[in-house]
T-cell receptor, first 118, second 110 residues
Framework: EPEVTQTPSHQVTQMGQEVILRCVPI?????FYWYRQILGQKVEFLVS????????KSEIFDDQFSVERPDGSNFTLKIRSTKLEDSAMYFC????????????????FGQGTRLTVV | GIQVEQSPPDLILQEGANSTLRCNFS?????LQWFHQNPWGQLINLFY???GTKQNGRLSATTVATERYSLLYISSSQTTDSGVYFC????????????FGKGTMLLVSP
């Protein structure tokens, strides 16, 4: 069964360092997302990406964050200068279509990358 | 934005018991999904159910979109059902982002 894969599963980084989280969405999906979950809290939306550009982003997704689809398969989230409060589980997700008149917008999530900033 | 409320926040069951988890949402939605977050943090898709009823083994879900709620039923619970159950909705706004509830933490004891 197709699945979203994320690497690494766990990353520890020093405050102020740049990190890149990687994701391979399901191959025929068109929409890609990043969500994060601070320990013990709910999952929060960060950004959605379609047709090589950001389609929506939340207030959390400030200038420290960027996303990129560098090739036909990978989707990355970069945090330019990590802060302690960036420690969280980061989930990548993908879906086939959007809500605009679509019949099926089910999103599938990767297993997550646990980022620890020290 | 849309509000998603899940109840109960915590639930402890004996193995073999049945349970019902509820998700209320504040606006019309295009998509509703139930997830199980296992102890390793993975989000497992349980149901994509913007309306109607679906069943998958011991789990079933019903969404009544006109009344803005969804129910997840777990029958004959097993210890492997333990974890956090999240409801997430996609507002009918043209965007496909999910808003999650705070979850129900379920502990099934042997």
């Amino acid at each position: 069964e197709p699945e979203v894969t994320q690497t690494p599963s766990h990353q520890v980084t020093q405050m102020g360092q740049e990190v890149i989280l990687r994701c391979v969405p399901i191959s025929n999906h068109l929409y890609f997302y990043w969500y994060r979950q601070i320990l013990g809290q709910k999952v929060e939306f960060l950004v959605s990406f379609y047709n090589n550009e950001i389609s929506e982003k939340s207030e959390i997704f400030d200038d420290q964050f960027s996303v990129e689809r560098p090739d036909g398969s990978n989707f990355t989230l970069k945090i330019r200068s990590t802060k302690l409060e960036d420690s969280a589980m980061y989930f990548c997700a993908s879906s086939w279509v959007t809500a605009r008149g679509a019949l099926d917008t089910e999103a599938f999530f990767g297993q997550g990358t646990r980022l620890t900033v020290v | 934005g849309i509000q998603v409320e899940q109840s109960p926040p915590d639930l402890i069951l004996q193995e073999g018991a049945n349970s019902t988890l509820r998700c209320n949402f504040s606006d019309s939605v295009n998509n509703l999904q139930w997830f199980h977050q296992n102890p390793w943090g993975q989000l497992i898709n349980l149901f994509y159910i913007p309306s109607g009823t679906k069943q998958n083994g011991r789990l079933s879900a019903t969404t009544v979109a006109t009344e803005r709620y969804s129910l997840l039923y777990i029958s004959s619970s097993q210890t492997t059902d333990s974890g956090v159950y999240f409801c997430a909705v996609e507002k009918n706004s043209g965007y496909s982002t999910l808003t999650f509830g705070k979850g129900t933490m379920l502990l099934v004891s042997p």
